[in-house]
């Protein structure tokens, strides 16, 4: 029997690493909704724990099999260590815990919806620092994003939000904070690689947040379900998606994975409607439709738009 006919292709590789690398992102997130709204756990513990534990386990693992690898070095370089501290702490934290928030204050889908409007605001964000007017694609992007955004806090209905007012500004916090996130360490990232920059980002988040909420001041009732979605959170939605997401990179395109990564929202909302109950009509998808087709436009090749 040909063994070759059973090696899976590149591309599949990498197509199969994304999709679960986001299926798991959207499953932590209906897990965090769980945990805050049915066993009353703190946005705040919940990050704090999973920053800490997973950032430890991801230097830990590079560690062992990655020894080339000098995770102690980065902290030598003055620039390099303060760009790092910056990331940590405004970067990974950031999106942690605005995201949790927003979940929180909301539901999964609402939030995670929400975040993916970084996009565009990176889109925007380039524009303003290039001194350069967005092509048709970027104002394209921009509007489906607005009306994507303004269907998704109203329903619809314009006279009023149908979300929370605290909703409304975790879930932006979180978009500013992603776009935060995607651009200030390039640099670091290109130096010094993903793996090593996002552990100790985890790690500098979880200590920096320690300071606010303690990792040992638990918050919420510790059940075999609950103490098992915590851990379903910390090692699947965080180093094993994280690790598959950047692994799918040496096999596809960035642009690919920015496509594939939004099954990460429509996961979170489809888990949030069947299992969370939570009520998303027609409005409310159309909605999600319009912001992850953001996601598809910025991902197409330029020379496609003349």
């Known amino acids: 029997m040909d063994m070759k006919a059973f090696v899976i292709p590149q591309r599949a590789m990498g197509y199969g690493l994304v999709l679960f ?3 798991l992102w959207g499953v932590s997130g ?3 909704q769980y945990l805050f709204a049915s066993a009353r756990f703190s946005p705040e513990w919940l990050v704090v724990i999973r920053l800490l534990i997973s950032g430890i386990l991801l230097l830990t693992f590079l560690t ?3 020894k080339e690898v000098p ?3 980065i902290w030598k370089d003055r620039r390099d260590r303060m760009r790092l501290i910056l990331f940590g702490l405004a970067g990974l934290l950031g999106v ?3 995201y949790f928030a927003a979940i ?3 539901n999964a889908a609402t939030a995670t919806v929400l975040q993916y409007v970084a996009p565009t605001l990176v889109v925007l964000f380039l524009a303003v620092r290039g001194k350069k007017w967005p092509g048709i694609r970027e104002l394209v992007a921009v509007a489906l994003s607005f009306v994507g955004t303004l269907l998704l806090v109203t329903s619809g209905n314009l006279d009023q939000l149908s979300i929370s007012q605290a909703a409304l500004f975790w879930g932006i916090s979180s978009a500013v904070a992603l776009a935060f996130y995607t651009i200030q360490p390039s640099s670091l990232l290109s130096r010094w690689g993903s793996p090593l920059i996002i552990g100790w980002g985890m790690v500098i988040g979880g200590i920096g947040f320690s300071f606010i909420h303690a990792p040992w001041d638990v918050e919420g009732r510790i059940t075999a379900p609950t103490l098992l979605a915590v851990v379903f959170i910390i090692l699947f939605g965080t180093l094993i998606a994280f690790t598959c997401y950047l692994e799918s990179l040496k096999y596809i395109r960035p642009a690919e994975t920015s496509i594939l990564a939004s099954a990460e929202p429509l996961t979170a909302a489809v888990l949030s409607v069947i299992w969370l109950h939570v009520p998303f009509g027609l409005v409310e998808w159309i ?3 319009c912001i992850l087709g953001t996601v598809f436009i910025l991902s197409i090749e330029k020379k496609r738009w003349g």
Do not use: E, L, P, V
């Open 104 to 106: 929180d204050a909301s």
């Open 30 to 32: 209906a897990t965090a």
């Open 21 to 23: 690398a986001a299926i």
């Open 71 to 73: 995770i102690w070095a």
């Open 64 to 66: 062992m099999t990655h």
């Open 287 to 289: 909605a999600t439709c």
């Open 96 to 98: 942690q815990y605005t």
